[in-house]
Structures are given as structure tokens and as C-alpha cells.
């Protein structure tokens, strides 16, 4: 059973363009999670989705940001026009449901670099 | 605005030492995790903890929770350089619902010298 897996890893852009960030939950998860963690920081939430859902976006800027969980496919998270302080590790997470004895878990990240 | 305090920031201690790492939450919640990172790396589940008075241990370490002191340690006993890494504590925004929407503290970086 694989875990979640994130890609790339690693992406550099130049200010200005857009990136795109995949998540796949662990297989029978269908709760995505999304994290920013900048340097020498703790993980900040982002948004909090289902399937085809947006549960809680309260987390994400509200410009050039968005995320989406189609019903095929892993999650998405976009940011448009990026600027040097986007610059984080992006961290998804996944949970089969909402409950008091689940627990989530986090996959190996990206880390964003915009020169 | 739920807000996650750890101290200490940093930590150096020696191998075969003890020391506690804590963590202070502001508003009420049931559900308190401790995370393990090492550099570059993904997050680490080390404990969840999800009612007062729970205490778990994992080889030389130890969690514990008081919900009423909304206060969380984190105890490392006898201290091996393999521990070293960085420590995150966070707190559920929704209380007894389990969203994993976390609130995280700043983390502790600990060093162990040999």
C-alpha cells in the first residue's frame, strides 16, 4: 500500500508562472489535506478537501491560489503568477474519513523554489 | 485563532541526558499530535493524543496530555544522537471531529551530541 505520494519533489520557477502540485492520497482516502511550510517554520494549513469538494479554503491566500480533488486523479494545488515568497515546502496529507481513531498521513512534500 | 506555542525553539543536549520539550495551545481540544521531521524530509507521526490525562511512549520517548492546563510534553529520556531531528506539535482545530485541519507550533530542534 503506497503511501501519499507527492510530485514533483522538486520545481523551480521563474516569478511569473504558474505551478502545479499533485497529490495522491493513500489508496481508500478520500480527505486531502494541504500544508505550507515555510523555512524554520512549523506546517501552516492551507485547504482541506474531498472529493470534488472544497471544505475549507480558510487557510489559502486568496489570490492566485487554488485547489481542486477531481473525482478521478490525485489533488491539485495551483498557484498562478508566483512570486518569491511562495517559495515553501507544500506538504499533503490524507485521511479515509473524519473520525476520532483516524489519523492522517503526510507525504514527502515539494519543495518550491521561485527564482 | 487557535494558537500552538513549543519551547524551546532549540535544543542541544548531550547523549544518556532527559529533558522535556512542551507545547501550549490556546483554546480547547481534544486531539494533540506529535510529529517527528528530519531535515528535508516528510513528517513523522511519533503520537496522537486524544483525551486528557493521556500518556504514550515510544522507546525513549514519552507524550503526555492535560487538556485542562492545555498543555502537551514531550520527555525524551537518555538521550541518543539518533533523536536528533525536529520536533512539531499540533493541535486539531476541530475538536473532537478529527479534520486533521492542524495547528502546528514552531517546532523544537533538538541536537544530541555525543
Known amino acids: 500500500n503506497a503511501g501519499v505520494m507527492q510530485n514533483p519533489r522538486h520545481l523551480v520557477r521563474r516569478r511569473g508562472q504558474e505551478a502545479r502540485l499533485r497529490c495522491s492520497p493513500m489508496k481508500g482516502h478520500s480527505h486531502v489535506y494541504w500544508y505550507r511550510q515555510l523555512p524554520e517554520e512549523g506546517l501552516k494549513f492551507m485547504v482541506y478537501?474531498?472529493?470534488?469538494?472544497?471544505?475549507?479554503e480558510s487557510g489559502m491566500p486568496k489570490e492566485r491560489f487554488s485547489a481542486e480533488f477531481p473525482k478521478e486523479g490525485p489533488s491539485i494545488l495551483r498557484i498562478q503568477q508566483v512570486v518569491r515568497g511562495d517559495s515553501a515546502a507544500y506538504f499533503c496529507?490524507?485521511?479515509?474519513?473524519?473520525?476520532?481513531?483516524?489519523?492522517?498521513?503526510f507525504g514527502q512534500g515539494t519543495r518550491l523554489t521561485v527564482v | 485563532e487557535l494558537k500552538v506555542e513549543q519551547n524551546p525553539l532549540f535544543l542541544s543536549m548531550q547523549e544518556g541526558k532527559n529533558y522535556t520539550i512542551y507545547c501550549n495551545y490556546s483554546t480547547t481540544s481534544d486531539r494533540l499530535y506529535w510529529y517527528r521531521q528530519d531535515p528535508g524530509k516528510s513528517l513523522e507521526s511519533l503520537f496522537v493524543?486524544?483525551?486528557?490525562?493521556a500518556v504514550k511512549q515510544e522507546g525513549r520517548l514519552m507524550a503526555s496530555l492535560d487538556t485542562k492546563a492545555r498543555l502537551s510534553t514531550l520527555h525524551i529520556t537518555a538521550a541518543v544522537h539518533d533523536l536528533s531531528a525536529t520536533y512539531f506539535c499540533a493541535v486539531d482545530r476541530n475538536s473532537g471531529a478529527g479534520s486533521y485541519q492542524l495547528t502546528f507550533g514552531k517546532g523544537t530542534k533538538l541536537s544530541v551530541i555525543p
Open positions: 478537501l474531498q472529493k470534488e469538494n472544497i471544505i475549507d
Open positions: 496529507a490524507s485521511s479515509p474519513w473524519q473520525g476520532a481513531n483516524t489519523e492522517a498521513f
Open positions: 493524543l486524544l483525551s486528557n490525562g
